[in-house]
């Protein structure tokens, strides 16, 4: 590696970590608090070591507050949307980049154009429209739309998709496989790296979204874990047991950090992709 | 054989349209319909709470232009255009460091991804507590360097503003960098040889050959940055759950917000929805022409 040292570089360099010091203190600062006893956060200096370490909280946490559940709506909700609209969009995708069929171009430019409108456009008729069907207090609101397309998805696997070999098709087709059992038994199998990328961006994304369950649903029972974890937020922080939240926020955070930790080349690939053709 | 053959385009455009059938379902029943409806709703009183729904022709939209409360939230919305060129240059700066291999920039990158892989509801539960005026890590910081008297971060609206301002933009740099990151190695090596050459020093070439050869992903990063920087919703609710005081940190998807599921006014917030719409559609458009003086589009 090359590293040569002349004094912009050097100042690049602390500027950057600084930077990164601001990202992971708040993270550490979150860990810390939540292993204090609770009279012990409002001690000036502030410990940054917990005398004594106190996992209580990670215990009580899940009587205080619905974590339990919401781990478990939210596990429901992600899983379903992971699997169906992996393969609602990669289908899609294969349609889009492989057949030829009416009105191919119309639908998709059609598709693109969902995402120029803000969410916030479609969010009241969306309300209405699932009072109707009385999906109001369900977790169908946060599955069905998602499970069906994922226009970035969708566009992602396309653009991959392109890059195979249309003589592939042609193949699959001798050896008398239907469109079908060539999207499955042939380009499937072959976006699996594409595919991985992108479960890890919707895992993000499904399991950290807010908005909508806190739109679509009212009752403790349907809470997802971010709305359980909310409701820990008090206007008043006097009233809050502040290292309880913080155990709770932390425990919420872990599902996606482990994904990340795990598969941290496939993020960025995923995101690099994307941006590039975006 | 040409019956053959047609019969083959033909099981090809059915096996087409069928796979694309969940996506245009999507389309027709969230997307198209939900628009029409709320197009609809603009012009009606409805309130989800009351029977009788009145054509009332312009009414919501005279009554929106005349509530200050709207244009304080608007005023609030333009006011989250702020982190965007924030995030934008720290990120360029961070992604051109990455590009030069800068020392442990493996480490650094994975910690620059973690407030992004956060969910907001978490960030802003620290952040409080970060930015709590008397026991919050910020201002025992800001106490100790001898600022006597540190800002109320949480309840006053100017400060909070800033806070949230400042948070969005810590959130995004690490994220936005891995597009510069890729628009980086894009560069042909061959023009900074050619530079190199010509005797053009290095921040020279940053200014002269790299930037403008980006400039279409930075193109890119401001109109989504700008499209999802207006709709900042999840952070105002968590940190002024009212729109904070005298409305001062309530946005526009806040408002809409309010106005549809506090107080039911389905009608109204469907007619806010729209101008809220037309706004963005509007200020993209502009971006879409002013680019055409600064964009680089290819050879």
Known sequence: MKWKTSPRRVIIFIIILVGAGSMILPFLWMLSTSLKEANLVYTIPPQWIPKPVNWQNYKDVWTASNLLTGIKNSSIITIFVLLFSTFTSSMAAFAFSKLTFPFKNVIFIMLLSTMMVPLVVLLVPQFVIYSKIKWIDTLLPMIVPASLCNINVIFFLRQYINGLPKELLDAAKIDGCGYFGAYWRIFLPLCKPAIVANIIMLFMTTWNDYFAPLVFTHSESKQTVQVAIAMLNSHFIQQTNIPLMMAAALIAELPVLILFVLAQKHFTESFAMTGIKG | ?299
């Open chain 2, 1 to 299: 054989m040409r019956e053959r053959k047609n019969n083959l385009k033909r099981s090809e455009s059915i096996a087409g349209l069928l796979f694309v059938t969940p996506s245009i379902l999507y389309f027709l029943v969230f997307f198209l319909l939900p628009i029409a409806i709320c197009i609809y709703a603009s012009f009606t009183n409805w309130n989800i709470l009351s029977p009788n729904r009145m054509f009332v022709g312009l009414r919501n939209f005279t009554k929106l232009f005349a509530d200050p409360k709207f244009w304080k939230a608007l005023e609030n919305t333009l006011f989250m255009l702020i982190p965007v060129p924030i995030y934008i240059i720290f990120a360029l700066l961070f992604g051109y460091a990455c590009h030069k291999n800068i020392l442990g920039q493996k480490v650094f990158r994975a910690v620059y991804y973690l407030p992004f892989i956060s969910s907001v509801v978490s960030l802003t539960l620290i952040w409080k507590w970060l930015f709590n005026a008397e026991y919050g890590l910020v201002n025992i910081f800001l106490k100790g360097v001898g600022v006597e008297n540190p800002p109320n971060w949480l309840g006053d609206p100017f400060w909070t503003k800033w806070m949230i301002v400042l948070m969005i933009s810590w959130k995004m740099i690490g994220i936005i960098s891995i597009y510069y990151i890729a628009a980086l190695k894009a560069v042909p090596r061959t023009i900074y040889e050619a530079a190199d050459i010509d005797g053009a020093s290095s921040l020279q070439q940053f200014f002269s050959i790299t930037l403008p050869l980006i400039t279409p992903t930075t193109f890119y990063l401001l109109i989504v940055g700008l499209i999802g920087s207006l709709q900042t919703f999840v952070e105002i609710q968590m940190f002024a759950p009212d729109g904070g005081r005298g409305y001062g940190v309530a946005t526009i998807v806040f408002y809409i917000w309010q106005k549809a599921f506090s107080s039911s006014q389905m009608g109204y917030a469907s007619a806010t929805a729209v101008v809220f719409g037309l706004f963005i559609f509007a200020l993209t458009a502009i971006q879409f022409i002013i680019s055409r003086k600064w964009v680089y589009g290819g050879e």
